[in-house]
């Protein structure tokens, strides 16, 4: 599916001829509300023989608006995945000075109208666009004849009776270490990219070496703490105990990500590698020697095995 999409960048002012559903959205974590909407446009496409498109910002808006700098997805990780998914059209255009200036109907005309070329256009109740977010889903409706295009209005996804499922409360559930919750939202993995780069070393002595991370985006990272992981490299995936945090028996000060493969020897210094986070474990704590750290590892590497062999007895499978 992947090999099939198109990228449209914008900004290029290239012609572009095909008639699009077209979802509108920020979209960070692409998580169940965002497949539900997703789902919508793929349903009108099939319907009215359309492409099904989105349009993604080459810069998350609240990096911008509101100095965030963390997020779940890129706009890589948001294009694999949508193409999973079966969005095959991406249109991509800079948050910029530009972009912010433009009217409701600017927006409408220049971007859905010119640009896009979109037959219809899917959001949710909430969407908001142009100068000072001034317009909404009732601006979309009373400009449809004027720039023929049509409105697809999706539902909330409920995270209970009461919430909306949201990426601003997702990023928090991660930031507290509740990863069950978040991967239910999800409807995935939480999963954040890297290159396995040198660190310290210190774990080969603790005869548990570990995989450093250098983050390929700034990704939101759990409370500091032990986790039960899944690691892909090179399209194999291996299960895994990984650590965030400082090493505070070792008195570091920076945060970063080890990860111990469970039965793994290979040499993957300078590999990109993903590892997805499948259950909270412990929070890092400071030991007061390296025999009581080893005693514990020892401990959470049995944890580890125990939990995959219960999912393996339930007849479970990770996400």
Known sequence: MIEKIKIYDLNMDLPDL???AVSLG???????GHQKLMKNNLEISKKYDLEPSVLLFKENT???????KEYMTSLEDKIE?????????????DFDEKFMNLSPREFI???????????FVICGKDYRFGRKASGNIETLRKLEDEYDYKTSVVEFEKEDEVNKISSNHIRDLIREGNISKVNKLLGRNYKIKGR?????????????????LKLSFNYVLPVDGVYFTKVNIDGASFYALSNVGTNPTFDESYRKVETYILDFNQ???GKDISIEFVEFFRYDIKFDSKEALIEQMN???????????NILQNKDELV
């Not at 005309?109 to 037959?119: D, P, R, T, V």
């Not at 774990?203 to 995989?211: C, E, I, S």
């Open 18 to 20: 095909e008639k699009k």
């Open 26 to 32: 920020n979209f960070d974590g692409v998580h169940l």
């Open 62 to 68: 609240k990096l911008r608006l509101k100095d965030e």
């Open 81 to 93: 995945i949508l193409a999973e998914m079966g969005i095959n059209t991406f249109c991509l255009i």
């Open 109 to 119: 005309a220049e971007i859905i109208n010119k640009k896009l070329n979109a037959s």
């Open 196 to 212: 396995v780069v040198d660190g310290a070393k210190r774990g080969r002595t603790l005869n548990f070496p570990t995989a450093n």
């Open 267 to 269: 040499n993957i210094y």
């Open 299 to 309: 401990s959470d590497k049995k944890k580890a095995y125990e939990y995959l062999e």
